[in-house]
C-alpha cells in the first residue's frame, strides 16, 4: 500500500477523539499503521491488493475502513469484542443467504479460504464491497413506499432462513409485548407527562387478544442503514442487532426512526410513518392483531425517544402532540 496519504480516522456517532480511540480501543499508533494493518490483513487472508486505505470510522468497539483497491473501493469491518466473533459469523451467514434471496443487502466477501468472517489478531473482519448510493432521504415519499415494501420482503425472507435457529441462539424470545410496554412505563417514563403515560396504559387496555408470531428481524432499519440509487433501496445494512422480535414491532420502531441517521437523530411526521405503513402493506398486509398493535407500538416508540431535560430536535412535541397519529 502506498504510504503518500494516511487514512483519515473519524467517529461515526461519538464526540470522542478519534485517534484516541483508534489507540485506546485497537492499540494503533497511528492512522498509517492501521491502515497498514488492515491492508496485511486483507492480502493475507483474501489475496486483495489493497492501493490505499482512505477512511476509517469507528463505532465504539467497531470499526469500518474503506479501501481502494484494482477492483473498485471495498469496505473492511472489524470488531475487537470477543464475545461477539461466533454472533458475527452467524450474520456474515445470514447476509450472503438473503443476498441469494434477492434481498438488497451489502454481500459478504469469501476470504480465500472460503470463510466470511476471519479473525485477525484478536479481531473479527469481514469484507465488502462498497455499494454506492445515498442514505434514504424520508422527505420523498416515494422513497419511503420503498422502504416499507423493502422491509415486508425483508421479514418475509427471515422467517424463512433454514438457520434462523444459530442466529436466534445469541438471544432470547421477546417478552410479552404488554408486559414490555408496562415495564417500560414503570420504570423509564417518569419524565413524561402523567396524561401521556395514562393515553398509553389506556391504549394498551384496548388491544386486541391474540397471537402475535415472533420471528428474526433486522431491528435497525432506518436511513442510517438503507442506501437508495438508481430509484430503488440498494442495500440494507448493518444486521448486527438482529434479534427475536413481532413483525409490527420493528414495522413501528422503524416508521419512528426512519429519519434517525449518525449524529442526525430526530422525529418525522405522521405521513411518513403512514407513507411507510403503505409501502409495507403492498407486500404484506398486517393481521388483524398486528393492526390492533399498530397505534400503540407507533405511540410507545416515539414516547421512548423524549430524553430527560432538554430536546432540541423535538422529540416532545412529536410523540405528544395530537397530530402524532399516523391515519391508516
Not at 100 to 105: H, L, Q, S
Not at 109 to 121: F, H, I, K, M, T
Given at each position: 500500500m502506498a504510504e503518500s496519504h494516511a487514512p483519515v480516522v473519524e467517529m461515526l456517532w461519538e464526540a470522542h477523539d478519534p485517534l484516541g480511540a483508534l489507540g485506546g480501543r485497537f492499540g494503533f499508533g497511528d492512522e498509517r499503521a492501521a491502515g497498514r494493518w488492515v491492508a496485511t490483513a486483507l492480502g493475507?487472508?483474501?489475496?486483495?491488493?489493497?492501493?490505499?486505505?482512505?477512511?476509517?470510522?469507528?463505532?465504539?468497539?467497531?470499526?469500518?475502513?474503506?479501501?481502494?483497491?484494482?477492483?473498485?473501493?471495498?469496505?473492511?469491518?472489524?470488531?475487537?469484542?470477543?464475545?461477539?466473533?461466533?454472533?458475527?459469523?452467524?450474520?456474515?451467514?445470514?447476509?450472503?443467504?438473503?443476498?441469494?434471496?434477492?434481498?438488497?443487502?451489502?454481500?459478504?466477501?469469501?476470504?480465500?479460504?472460503?470463510?466470511?468472517?476471519?479473525?485477525?489478531?484478536?479481531?473479527?473482519?469481514?469484507?465488502?464491497?462498497?455499494?454506492?448510493?445515498?442514505?434514504?432521504?424520508?422527505?420523498?415519499?416515494?422513497?419511503?413506499?420503498?422502504?416499507g415494501a423493502v422491509l415486508a420482503r425483508l421479514q418475509d425472507a427471515l422467517a424463512a432462513y433454514p438457520d434462523g435457529d444459530l442466529v436466534a441462539a445469541f438471544g432470547g424470545p421477546p417478552l410479552p409485548l404488554t408486559a414490555r410496554v408496562t415495564g417500560w412505563l414503570d420504570s423509564s417514563a417518569g419524565h413524561l407527562p402523567g396524561t401521556a403515560r395514562d393515553a398509553l396504559r389506556s391504549m394498551l387496555g384496548g388491544v386486541p387478544a391474540g397471537r402475535l408470531p415472533a420471528q428474526l428481524v433486522h431491528r435497525d432499519f432506518r436511513s442510517a442503514n438503507v442506501l437508495w440509487a438508481g430509484g430503488e433501496v440498494a442495500a440494507i445494512l448493518d444486521f448486527e442487532e438482529i434479534a427475536l422480535d413481532h413483525r409490527v414491532v420493528e414495522l413501528a420502531r422503524s416508521a419512528v426512526l426512519l429519519g434517525t441517521r449518525f449524529r442526525d437523530w430526530g422525529p418525522v411526521p405522521a405521513e411518513v410513518h403512514a407513507a411507510f405503513l403503505a409501502g409495507y402493506e403492498s407486500v404484506r398486509r398486517l393481521t388483524e392483531v398486528e393492526a390492533g398493535w399498530w397505534e400503540v407500538l407507533l405511540r410507545w416508540h416515539a414516547l421512548a425517544m423524549v430524553p430527560e431535560g432538554e430536546d432540541p430536535t423535538g422529540w416532545g412535541a412529536a410523540a405528544l402532540g395530537e397530530e402524532f397519529h399516523a391515519q391508516r
Open positions: 493475507e487472508h483474501w489475496g486483495v491488493r489493497v492501493l490505499s486505505c482512505e477512511r476509517i470510522v469507528i463505532s465504539a468497539h467497531n470499526a469500518l475502513a474503506w479501501v481502494g483497491t484494482p477492483d473498485g473501493r471495498m469496505i473492511a469491518k472489524w470488531s475487537v469484542v470477543q464475545e461477539l466473533f461466533p454472533r458475527l459469523v452467524e450474520v456474515a451467514r445470514l447476509t450472503r443467504w438473503l443476498d441469494g434471496r434477492g434481498i438488497p443487502v451489502s454481500v459478504p466477501v469469501p476470504a480465500l479460504d472460503g470463510r466470511l468472517q476471519v479473525e485477525v489478531a484478536g479481531a473479527s473482519m469481514g469484507l465488502q464491497h462498497e455499494v454506492e448510493g445515498e442514505l434514504l432521504d424520508v422527505t420523498d415519499a416515494g422513497q419511503v413506499r420503498e422502504a
